[in-house]
C-alpha cells in the first residue's frame, strides 16, 4: 500500500470559517480536486447554501467559497489508505497537516467545521495536541460522503444550521 497525500487548502487570509475533511477519496486524489466523487453531497450543499451554480466549473465553486468567507482543507496531509472509505485509513499512519502555519496565516477564522466523525476525531487526536489555538468554535457536520447514508435533505439542514445559522 502506498502514501495518500492531501491537497493544499483553498483558502484565502480573510477566511471566518475552515472547513475540515479527512482525506480525499480515490476520485478526488485522481481528479486533483476537493469532492470529486459524483455522489459527494458536499458541492451541492455548498451551491445550495451560497447561491452558485452547481455545474460551474471547479474553480468558480473554490472561489465562492472564498469569497463567501470559507476555507477548505483536510485534517491529513498523508496517510496509508487502500481506497477511499476513513475507516480503512492504516492505524499509524495518519500525518496531520500543518494548522500551526495555517492559524497564523489566517487570523480572522472564528470557527472549524468538521466534514464527519472521522475529521473531527483526526483533528483532535493528530493535530490538538500541542497546538496553539486561537479561540475557534469547532463544529461537526454530517459527513457528506455517500457512504453516510443519511439523506440529502438532512444533510443540508445540518449543514445549514452549522455555516449559516450558528447559535
Known amino acids: 500500500m502506498s502514501t495518500v497525500r492531501s491537497f493544499p487548502p483553498i483558502a484565502d487570509p480573510s477566511a471566518r470559517t475552515l472547513i475540515l475533511g479527512s482525506m480525499p477519496g480515490v476520485q478526488s486524489l485522481a481528479a486533483n480536486r476537493y469532492y470529486a466523487h459524483p455522489r459527494n453531497a458536499f458541492w451541492p450543499i455548498m451551491a445550495a447554501l451560497l447561491g452558485f451554480d452547481i455545474e460551474s466549473t471547479y474553480e468558480r465553486r473554490a472561489q465562492a467559497l472564498?469569497?463567501?468567507?470559507?476555507a477548505l482543507w483536510d485534517v491529513l496531509e498523508a496517510c496509508v489508505r487502500p481506497g477511499s472509505l476513513d475507516s480503512a485509513i492504516q492505524t499509524g499512519s495518519r500525518v496531520a497537516n500543518d494548522f500551526q502555519t495555517f492559524f497564523a496565516r489566517h487570523p480572522a477564522l472564528e470557527r472549524v467545521c468538521f466534514n464527519g466523525a472521522e475529521a473531527e476525531r483526526s483533528f483532535r487526536v493528530f493535530a490538538l495536541p500541542g497546538l496553539e489555538v486561537p479561540a475557534l468554535r469547532f463544529v461537526r457536520l454530517p459527513s457528506t460522503s455517500p457512504a453516510y447514508t443519511l439523506p440529502f435533505q438532512q444533510k443540508l439542514a445540518a449543514w445549514r444550521a452549522g455555516l449559516?445559522?450558528?447559535r
Not at 472564498?66 to 470559507?70: A, E, K, L
Open 164 to 166: 449559516i445559522d450558528p
Open 66 to 70: 472564498t469569497q463567501s468567507g470559507f
